[in-house]
């Protein structure tokens, strides 16, 4: 899988405003997560990369990282606030498709409304004014095609009920979706499309930490 070039390999303003939500970052250096809230919605941005250097015999695997403080940080442990509205974007940089381990991860579970923002290539409009890029455009889904699957990122079994937190994250694109806690718990997530290493794809970066699963932590 490799990064599309139609997606800029730094954002330096991003403007949503089909989702209504302004987000202004500079990718950096991998440091400390930092903790970000505000106006009783806490926002968790998530990118995904691709050419990420993992060993000598795998090579390259995709991963998902923390975007905080204008850094990525690793997405091994990621701590979020009780009782508390939860606003995810994800910013996919991979332009590859997978299969997932099962049909249901196709379909966006445990959101507000069942639903996700989706913008790609083919949706959107953009245009440019000072130092800022102006981007809107997208589409409300419930769901997404298996053909242009890319990851999901996927809280399991959230808070013992068996259902599970499900985003299902196209190839190149920018998803946003809502959520909201409850009471503090630890919770496992991961990506339930196979884009790791070994013959079924769930070797390499799909069973380590920080990259394609981790931990969550609500507090």
């Known amino acids: ?4 070039n139609w997606f800029p390999a730094v954002i330096a303003t991003l403007l949503v405003i089909g989702a209504g939500i302004g987000v ?11 903790a970000a809230s505000g106006n009783g919605i806490y926002h968790l941005d998530l ?7 993992f060993n000598a015999s795998v090579g390259q695997q995709p991963a998902f990282f923390v975007l905080s403080g204008g850094k990525l940080v690793s997405s091994a442990n990621i701590t979020l606030p009780s009782d508390t509205t939860i606003a995810v974007t994800i910013f996919n940089y991979d332009n590859g498709n997978g299969t997932p381990s099962a049909p249901q991860f196709l379909n966006v579970t445990g959101t507000t409304g069942g639903t996700e923002f989706v913008m790609n290539n083919t949706l959107v409009n953009s245009t440019y004014s000072g130092n800022s890029i102006s981007v809107s455009g997208g589409e ?11 990851h999901t990122f996927t809280i399991l079994n959230l ?3 068996g259902s599970n937190l499900n985003i299902p994250v196209p190839e190149s694109s920018v998803v946003q979706a809502t959520f909201t806690t409850g009471a503090p718990g630890q919770f496992i997530w991961m990506c339930q499309v196979p884009c790791g290493s070994g013959i079924d794809g769930v070797s390499g970066a799909m069973a380590t930490a920080g990259w394609m699963t981790g931990s969550i932590t609500i507090s």
């Open 24 to 34: 202004g970052y500079v990718l950096e250096n991998v440091g400390s997560p930092q």
């Open 140 to 150: 409300t889904v419930s769901s997404v095609n298996v053909s242009v699957i890319s």
């Open 1 to 4: 899988m490799n990064m599309n």
């Open 47 to 53: 990118v995904v990369t691709t050419d990420n250097y």
């Open 159 to 161: 808070y013992g009920t």
